[in-house]
């Protein structure tokens, strides 16, 4: 049974009038290589004529984005021809790669008559090898997920990418990211055997679960140490938490703004490019 080293609060960061908790980074911890950066969005109630979420035009390069739409709905737009309306439920996964501008903000729907909004955000590195691929995305709808239904129905494993009880998530992973979103019923538990020389990303969206022994609840943040393979989860309460986990790469994460690289040279030559209109030039 892998051991936990730390279990972290997520910080409270809110944008404009938008609740968001931070897990990572903070002044606590960076990154767990490779994921980078983890908001957890909401969850609120936005009035109606509202201005929606507040994620317009900006530019992307280096890594890939995966957003979890837990309540509300999400438009995504993207400089790659990348373009969809994810429902709760749904996913979007992006690779920038080289380069792309995207927006993400809500329904001309949703701002007219508000509603629920709740969204989790991460931001997964790529390689120096993949930090140039070309860009791509997907969307995909709550229906085009596999959830595997575990203990008598009281866990179900929403399986994005990866291999989760022998079912294959919905989207290829090109640097073999595996994750999934779980939710838990009180009582539920489920087993994950996960090699000792991956790193993990587990977050308490909300609820109380019991993790190798400890307990963890929302806006936690548990950091686990490689030393191995059993992940052993517990309900004590209705819980939803996203589990992921991937191989480091151990190379230099170089972050500024927007973009994710390897040397400051790569990010100046980052932010020259998007000013030339290499990544793209917005459409309104």
């Given at each position: 049974?892998?051991?936990?080293?730390?279990?972290?609060?997520?910080?409270?960061?809110?944008?404009?009038?938008?609740?968001?908790?931070?897990?990572?980074?903070?002044?606590?911890?960076?990154?767990?290589?490779?994921?980078?950066?983890?908001?957890?969005?909401?969850?609120?109630?936005?009035?109606?004529?509202?201005?929606?979420?507040?994620?317009?035009?900006?530019?992307?390069?280096?890594?890939?984005?995966?957003?979890?739409?837990?309540?509300?709905?999400?438009?995504?737009?993207?400089?790659?021809?990348g373009e969809s309306v994810i429902r709760a439920g749904g996913i979007q996964w992006m690779t920038a790669g080289r380069g792309l501008i995207?927006?993400?903000?809500?329904?001309?729907?949703?701002?007219?008559?508000?509603?629920?909004?709740?969204?989790?955000?991460?931001?997964?590195?790529?390689?120096?090898?993949?930090?140039?691929?070309?860009?791509?995305?997907?969307?995909?709808?709550?229906?085009?997920?596999?959830?595997?239904?575990?203990?008598?129905?009281?866990?179900?494993?929403?399986?994005?990418?990866?291999?989760?009880?022998?079912?294959?998530?919905?989207?290829?992973?090109?640097?073999?990211?595996?994750?999934?979103?779980?939710?838990?019923?009180?009582?539920?538990?489920?087993?994950?055997?996960?090699?000792?020389?991956?790193?993990?990303?587990?977050?308490?969206?909300?609820?109380?679960?019991?993790?190798?022994?400890?307990?963890?609840?929302?806006?936690?943040?548990?950091?686990?140490?490689?030393?191995?393979?059993?992940?052993?989860?517990?309900?004590?309460?209705?819980?939803?938490?996203?589990?992921?986990?991937?191989?480091?790469?151990?190379?230099?994460?170089?972050?500024?703004?927007?973009?994710?690289?390897?040397?400051?040279?790569?990010?100046?030559?980052?932010?020259?490019?998007?000013?030339?209109?290499?990544?793209?030039?917005?459409?309104?």
């Amino acid at each position: 049974m892998r051991t936990i080293k730390k279990i972290h609060k997520a910080i409270s960061a809110p944008i404009h009038d938008l609740i968001t908790f931070r897990a990572l980074p903070t002044s606590q911890i960076d990154y767990l290589d490779p994921f980078l950066f983890l908001n957890h969005h909401g969850p609120q109630v936005y009035p109606p004529f509202n201005r929606g979420l507040p994620f317009g035009p900006h530019p992307h390069r280096g890594f890939e984005t995966l957003t979890f739409v837990l309540d509300g709905d999400l438009v995504h737009r993207d400089t790659g021809s990348g373009e969809s309306v994810i429902r709760a439920g749904g996913i979007q996964w992006m690779t920038a790669g080289r380069g792309l501008i995207h927006a993400e903000v809500s329904s001309e729907e949703f701002k007219e008559h508000g509603g629920n909004v709740e969204v989790i955000q991460l931001w997964f590195n790529l390689p120096a090898k993949l930090k140039m691929t070309a860009p791509h995305y997907v969307g995909l709808q709550q229906a085009e997920i596999p959830a595997i239904t575990l203990d008598e129905g009281k866990v179900t494993i929403h399986a994005v990418s990866g291999e989760w009880a022998g079912t294959k998530g919905s989207v290829p992973s090109l640097t073999d990211i595996q994750i999934a979103r779980l939710e838990l019923q009180v009582g539920g538990t489920y087993t994950a055997q996960i090699a000792a020389s991956r790193n993990i990303l587990c977050y308490v969206v909300r609820g109380i679960v019991n993790i190798n022994g400890q307990s963890a609840t929302t806006h936690n943040l548990i950091q686990f140490n490689n030393d191995g393979k059993e992940i052993q989860l517990e309900a004590t309460e209705n819980t939803t938490l996203i589990l992921g986990h991937g191989e480091p790469y151990n190379e230099p994460v170089v972050a500024q703004g927007p973009f994710v690289m390897n040397t400051q040279a790569e990010i100046m030559q980052a932010m020259r490019d998007y000013q030339m209109g290499k990544m793209g030039v917005w459409a309104e």
